[in-house]
């Protein structure tokens, strides 16, 4: 079944389970698995969840998702105000 829960995917990113279903949320944490295939699956399966950002360091990569997310709210602009860097998952 395929989850459309962000909070409960940004959540269990942290785990092997998750990094398995969604992929990783920093593409250098995947080292020593730094292949054009590896990165191009870890970006796959964070597409099919809906988590279209991902970081390569402090490099942020978008991928388009060609339809219409609901990660751009109010309440989504709040968590992201002055946190530091690397300390909430990806986003724009």
Request: hydrophobic share 35%.
């Amino acid at each position: 079944m395929k989850r459309k829960t962000h909070s409960n995917q940004l959540n269990m990113e942290g785990s092997l389970i998750a990094r398995d279903l969604v992929g990783i949320q920093d593409f250098v944490l995947l080292d020593p698995h730094t292949s054009e295939t590896a990165f191009l699956d870890n970006l796959r399966k964070r597409f099919t969840e809906d988590l279209i950002y991902t970081y390569i360091g402090t490099l942020l990569v978008s991928v388009n998702p060609y339809k219409q997310l609901d990660i751009y709210t109010e309440k989504q602009m709040d968590t992201y105000m002055g946190v530091n860097f690397f300390e909430l998952p990806p986003h724009m």
